[in-house]
């Protein structure tokens, strides 16, 4: 057989490409003259970033609320939890919901191997967590199952 399949090549779903790209908290291009019209809910089923005045076209979405917490984009755990496995990403509290970042934080300096540390960026974690963000988690998995896939296609040949 020459080549493979396509589906052996792990691929992120585009809803996750565009919650994981997509600006949050800029004013939405569609309600420039309203107020409060900050670009912070996700649609899942339409991979696009809205506003609340977006909300009533939709209302039987599946949606994710992007929150701020040190001036980054989080969202709640349970919410995530839903849609894709959050195992092992670090897990932090504000206003009372248990958050995870979207996003790899910049770092003023790198882990020099001392405890525990991201798997993708060497951000320190506290234990048992292994990425610091779903973004770090999905990019690692992605990496490891391509080379996994690479590996199977040699062994065929």
Same mark, same amino acid.
């Given at each position: 057989?020459? !080549?493979?399949? $396509? ?11 565009? &919650? $994981?790209? %997509? ?6 291009? =569609?309600?420039? *003259?309203?107020?409060? #019209? *900050?670009? #912070? =809910?996700?649609?899942? +089923?339409?991979?696009?970033? =809205? /506003? ?15 929150? @701020? ?7 709640? &755990?349970? +919410?995530?939890?839903?849609? =894709? %496995? /959050? ?10 919901? @248990?958050?995870?970042?979207? #996003?790899? @934080?910049?770092?003023? @300096? $790198?882990?020099? !191997?001392? !405890? #525990?540390?991201?798997?993708? /960026?060497?951000?320190?974690?506290? *234990? ?7 973004? /770090?988690?999905?990019?690692?998995? $992605? ?15």
């Amino acid at each position: 057989m020459v !080549g493979y399949a $396509l589906s052996v090549v792990p691929q992120k779903p585009a809803w996750l490409e565009a &919650l $994981l790209t %997509d600006q949050f908290f800029t004013p939405c291009s =569609i309600h420039l *003259e309203h107020k409060k #019209n *900050e670009v #912070n =809910i996700f649609c899942v +089923d339409c991979s696009a970033s =809205i /506003c609340q005045h977006c909300l009533y076209s939709h209302r039987s979405h599946r949606l994710l609320q992007v929150r @701020r917490y040190v001036y980054h984009d989080v969202i709640r &755990l349970q +919410d995530m939890q839903k849609l =894709i %496995d /959050c195992s092992l990403v670090q897990t932090y509290i504000t206003n009372s919901a @248990r958050v995870v970042f979207l #996003n790899q @934080r910049p770092q003023s @300096r $790198l882990s020099k !191997g001392l !405890g #525990n540390s991201c798997e993708t /960026c060497d951000r320190v974690l506290q *234990e048992p967590y292994r990425y610091c963000s779903v973004r /770090c988690k999905v990019r690692r998995l $992605l990496y490891v199952n391509f080379c996994y896939a690479e590996l199977q296609l040699v062994s065929v040949m």
